[in-house]
């Protein structure tokens, strides 16, 4: 019996520490002082479908739909947008997206990268053909989005915001272009041994 | 054992204790079990399929075929008949088939018009983008020569162009479409094979001055776009408003007066304001406590 009285105090001391855990946390969002308070709390990520301010809250289907919080739980963490790290996950084979609708067709990698000096002190964009052509086809954006061809591209981060370019997918499918470094990764200091409009293997 | 622990083990509360458990652990059985949110769900799910087969486009569609094969209605009603029985199993299953069958029937009945118009679409893609890797190709074998080996892998790919636009023009887009793929897979493949492992650099180099002002200009008009798409939020919050504006309102100076020095073709200067102005909206966005290269 008192066996028994041991075990159940046991879980209830458990159970209370849990609500507390979960209290602090839904307090800790709160704090003025919480680390790094100017980044969106962990609460706010992924609202639910009826919350995001992009679907109807009043649509019949919304309840048949899949809150992302759920749908997200068991892939890779990223570190903006709808933090997931999609490249992870698919390298993990957290996910396994069909790459076309006809059977047996498979993605075609290239290992290309094309780097982009910018001015000012601001590191240069790396653009990895790689990590882009695991998920997209060359026809998804040759030639209708850039032409496969030297100085026929004008680019500007204007444009990008806008939605043109790059942010057709970045900000809408793609992680958004608030994260300056994701892209501006090829630091000045990082000499190549490539002459400038030139290639290297 | 002291008093306070006679108390706390005695049977009055270990009953107490009991009751909280059973509780906790009946909760979720009893939302299991039914509740008003799986009739919501069904009610839900009912008027999206009610909708979906009598309104929808792909309804008017396969009333127009007037194909009854596999009705979707069939499955509608059995739903409909398994919810009023208390199978409410049984009555999203039947909802999913209804939901099924109206999409493949949308399918069938929609393999005319909308089917060549889509593979129209199709194919004039597909055949810019061949015509587009064979550009790539041939400016790559300038400068990977590979002699007639390369000669000859463009022939091949434009004469797959030229069959598929024959294709076309006699009216077989079907086949046009499975030519211009053709021409597209070799190309594409050529070109993988040439740059695989390439890095190449796109560095900045400016034609005049004026080119460089240009640059600047739009440099200076994202930097202005990213205050407001970094720094929205933050600005609600008056002290980081301030510190925002003040800087701003710095960068907007020097804007003007660059835009008065090129009108004047004054580039030089220009381009040196402009710097100045950009410099200005980086310091107004690290202000709002969001740091960004440059």
């Known amino acids: 019996m008192q066996q028994q009285h041991h075990l159940l105090l046991a879980l209830t001391v458990a159970l209370l520490w849990g609500l507390q855990s979960i209290s602090v946390q839904a307090a800790d969002d709160k704090n003025p002082n919480r680390f790094y308070r100017l980044t969106k709390p962990k609460s706010e990520r992924n609202p639910p479908l009826a919350k995001d301010g992009i679907h109807d809250p009043a649509a019949e289907g919304i309840s048949i739909l899949q ?13 903006s947008g709808n933090y997931v790290d999609w490249m992870k996950s698919m390298d993990k084979g957290q996910i396994k997206p069909r790459y ?30 790689k990590a882009h052509t695991m998920w997209l086809d060359c026809n998804n954006c040759h030639p209708a989005v850039f032409k496969p061809k030297k100085g026929a591209n004008s680019m500007s981060m204007a444009q990008i915001i806008l939605g043109k370019g790059c942010g057709i997918c970045h900000g809408k499918v793609a992680f958004p272009v608030s994260e300056c470094r994701r892209c501006h990764s090829q630091s000045k200091s990082m000499k190549t041994n490539a002459k400038p409009d030139s290639k290297k293997k | ?10 049977q009055r509360r270990s009953r107490w204790l009991y009751a909280v458990w059973m509780c906790l652990f009946l909760q979720p ?11 919501q769900h069904y009610q839900s799910s009912l008027k999206l399929v009610e909708r979906l087969l009598t309104k929808s486009s792909v309804a008017m569609a396969v009333a127009q075929s007037g194909d009854s094969e596999n009705d979707p209605n069939y499955y509608l009603q059995q739903a409909k008949k398994a919810h009023a029985a208390g199978d409410k199993k049984k009555a999203m299953e039947m909802l999913e088939k209804a939901k099924k069958a109206m999409f493949k029937a949308g399918k069938k009945a929609g393999a005319g018009k909308s089917k060549q118009e889509k593979l129209d679409r199709d194919y004039q893609k597909k055949i810019e983008s061949a015509e587009a890797m064979l550009d790539a190709l041939k400016r790559i074998h300038k400068e990977k020569p590979r002699g007639e080996e390369g ?16 294709a076309k023009a006699s009216g077989s887009l079907t086949q046009a479409k499975q030519v211009a793929d053709q021409a597209f897979l070799l190309a594409r493949q050529s070109v993988v094979n040439l740059r695989d492992g390439d890095t ?18 739009d440099r200076n008009d ?20 301030k510190r925002v504006e003040q800087r701003m309102a710095k960068a907007e100076g020097f804007r003007q007066q660059a835009e008065t020095e090129a009108s004047a073709r004054h580039f030089d200067k220009a381009v040196e304001l402009l710097e100045q102005s950009t410099k200005f909206i980086i310091q107004a966005i690290r202000a709002a406590g969001i740091y960004i290269p440059g």
């Open chain 2, 29 to 39: 059985l009893v939302a299991v079990a039914g509740s008003p949110d799986d009739d």
């Open chain 2, 222 to 241: 994202t930097h202005k776009m990213l205050v407001t798409l970094l720094a929205k939020d933050k600005m609600k919050i008056p002290d980081v408003k």
């Open chain 2, 1 to 10: 054992m002291g008093i306070p622990s006679q108390w706390f083990f005695s």
């Open chain 2, 151 to 166: 000669e000859q892998l463009e022939q091949q790919v434009s004469e797959k162009i030229l069959q598929a636009k024959n």
């Open chain 2, 200 to 217: 190449l650099v796109r560095s900045l180099n400016f034609a005049n001055k004026e080119e460089e002002y240009r640059y600047e200009l």
């Open chain 1, 67 to 79: 809150a992302p919080k759920t749908a997200f739980s068991k892939l890779s963490v990223g570190k």
């Open chain 1, 100 to 129: 076309s609708y006809e059977e047996g067709k498979q993605p075609m990698p290239m290992q290309l990268d094309i780097i982009r000096q910018v001015k000012g002190s601001t590191p240069d964009v790396l653009f990895p053909h």
